[in-house]
């Protein structure tokens, strides 16, 4: 019953940032962590970063340093801060929860992050 709709996607020159939100709607007292995945042409989908319900938080090693997850639990949303962007982060990112007592992942449309000069 959970929905989540990203946003904040767009072409960036290299060096610059972005920030993308993922808002959820429906049944979000069940969530439990929520993060990003993101799939380039040619390649599997990867974690980007996660965060748990407490705000732990874990990163893929090609983002720790310039990438920020962040969420307001308050709002049911899920920020993730890209600052420094290279031309090799170009994906598609997708937002995705899971779900306190059941098994799977929710996940979002996913929104287009480009950075090419």
């Known amino acids: 019953q959970v929905q989540l709709v990203e946003s904040g996607g767009g072409l960036v020159q290299p060096g610059g940032s972005l920030r993308l939100s993922c808002a959820a709607s429906g049944s979000t007292f069940s969530i439990n962590a929520m993060g990003w995945h993101r799939q380039a042409p040619g390649k599997e989908r990867e974690l980007v970063a996660v965060?748990?319900?407490?705000?732990?938080?874990n990163y893929a090693g090609s983002v720790k340093g310039r990438f920020t997850i962040s969420r307001d639990n308050a709002k049911n949303t899920v920020y993730l801060q890209m600052n420094s962007l290279k031309p090799e982060d170009t994906a598609v990112y997708y937002c995705?929860?899971?779900?306190?007592?059941?098994?799977?992942?929710?996940w979002g449309q996913g929104t287009q992050v480009t950075v090419s000069s």
């Open positions: 995705y929860a899971s779900f306190v007592g059941l098994l799977g992942l929710r």
């Open positions: 965060i748990t319900r407490g705000g732990i938080t």
